[in-house]
């Protein structure tokens, strides 16, 4: 990390200064002529040697690399077991580097570079005793590898102090869901399952934690990420609709995959929903896991289901849709009634971003949002009207069609679906039930 990096740097300076200074006071004068007529009366170094040191070149020099190579191994390595044994193979090293050099003539006394490696391994410890020192670890082990190798490197440079202990904030939930896993399992031999479960993951977990969301579950049937979790952001709705849309492109590309090698296609859908949530590290210290608790990670879960029912690939739920609705273009699907929170709620499909979002689909997406209003009102000519201006020639989008056969469905004195119970609302048929979803 570019924060370790430096200070590593300027450890490897200071110490190499202070052995260049040692040197040139004689401090390992004594030290040197001692090792250097002990190799000579062993038989270590040749008589024409003298036993002499071969001067303070090759001393500073092995100093300075084990200055830098310490302070930077103490520093980036997270644990302290594994920082000593750095130490000790060090020390080992240079203890037999010295000998070895002796058999071939070469005077190398080691007490400089010793001096070095305890300096700079005594300042590297200093360092990892900061809040700044110990975020590596902290980070390993509350995030692991449930965010990109950019996201992590973010949060070791950040300026800000890393803390995990607890807070409040508003972010954006992802989730995606397959919808028939258990019918693939029927159909599938054990080890294709698993190999297209493999390449969901890929195509889902890998890719949203590289477009910064923070990856809370996955499972070859389920994958949910959060976006503005790990540190808060006011765009965290935005990028996980830019995150979707890209998804909507690689899913679709997967299925062709899917497609060509077992014949079989995957049914997902992807649902986004943003809301306050308390955001911390939750178990025990054995086990432990970094999340965020809310009502959002239930209704993106149940949202998601609901794409099999409309027949779209992306929903968002209403807080989402005002965060984001000056980026992307949306289209109005069902109002859902929550019980237990007594709310009533509009859910919206994800078309495009903004800006790629032409006249041609704008006339479309008015024409659709306006046979809703027509549907609502009971007026199922006026709408069926609409919604044939809203389709795509040769296309079937889904929502479309789901409020085409609605329409029809009234028209010709058929309920279509029995009324739900449980509330005023949902008895009429103005609205949907969130936990039929």
């Not at 440079?157 to 508003?170: A, D, I, M, Y």
């Not at 078309?351 to 689909?361: K, Q, R, S």
């Not at 659709?368 to 007026?379: A, D, M, N, P, T």
């Not at 069926?384 to 004195?413: H, N, Y």
Request: proline share 3%; net charge neutral.
């Amino acid at each position: 990390m570019r924060r370790y990096l430096i200070v590593s740097l300027g450890i490897g300076l200071l110490v190499s200064f202070a052995v260049f200074t040692l040197l040139k006071l004689g401090a390992f004068g004594a030290l040197n002529e001692a090792l250097g007529s002990l190799y000579l009366r062993s038989g270590f170094a040749p008589a024409s040697t003298g036993g002499a040191p071969a001067g303070h070149g090759l001393e500073l020099a092995m100093a300075i690399a084990v200055a830098f190579a310490a302070a930077w191994c103490v520093i980036d390595i997270p644990h302290v077991g594994h920082k000593m044994l750095v130490f000790v193979v060090m020390l080992v090293v240079l203890l037999a580097l010295s000998p070895t050099l002796a058999l071939h003539g070469v005077m190398f006394a080691p007490f400089s570079s010793i001096t070095a490696a305890f300096l700079a391994t005594a300042a590297g410890f200093v360092y990892a005793g900061t809040e700044h020192g110990t975020r590596k670890r902290l980070l390993l082990d509350v995030l692991g590898t449930r965010v990109s190798g950019d996201t992590f490197r973010q949060l070791m440079n950040s300026r800000e102090p890393v803390r995990f202990n607890g807070s409040n904030r508003v972010v954006s939930v992802l989730t995606c869901r397959v919808f028939n896993h258990a019918e693939l399992r029927d159909k599938l031999e054990p080890s294709e399952l698993v190999a297209m479960g493999n390449l969901f993951l890929r195509n889902t977990a890998d890719f949203l934690m590289r477009r910064g969301g923070y990856l809370d579950e996955s499972s070859p049937d389920l994958v949910r990420v959060f976006f503005g979790l790990v540190q808060p952001s006011e765009d965290h709705a935005e990028q996980a609709c830019r995150a979707a849309l890209e998804l909507r492109t690689r899913l679709r590309n997967l299925n062709e995959e899917c497609e060509t090698r077992w014949f079989r296609k995957l049914d997902y859908g992807v649902a986004i929903s943003s809301g306050p949530m308390t955001v911390g590290v939750y178990g025990s210290s054995r086990h432990f896991y970094f999340s965020g608790v809310g009502a959002d990670t239930d209704f993106s879960r149940r949202l998601a289901r609901a794409n099999a029912r409309y027949g779209s690939d992306i929903l968002l739920s209403a807080r989402t849709q005002q965060l984001v609705k000056d980026a992307v273009a949306v289209r109005p699907l069902e109002m859902l009634y929550d019980p237990e929170r007594n709310l009533m709620t509009e859910v919206y499909q994800l078309l495009a971003l903004g800006e790629d979002f032409d006249e041609e689909a704008k006339a479309r997406r008015d024409a659709y949002w306006q046979g809703v209003i027509l549907y609502r009102s009971e007026k199922y000519e006026d709408a069926l009207a609409q919604f044939s201006v809203a389709q795509i020639p040769g296309r079937e989008e889904g929502p479309v069609r789901f409020f085409i056969d609605r329409c029809q469905a009234r028209l010709a004195g058929e309920d279509g679906e029995a009324p739900e119970s449980g509330h005023e609302l949902t008895e009429r048929g103005h609205a949907r039930l969130l936990n039929r979803m």
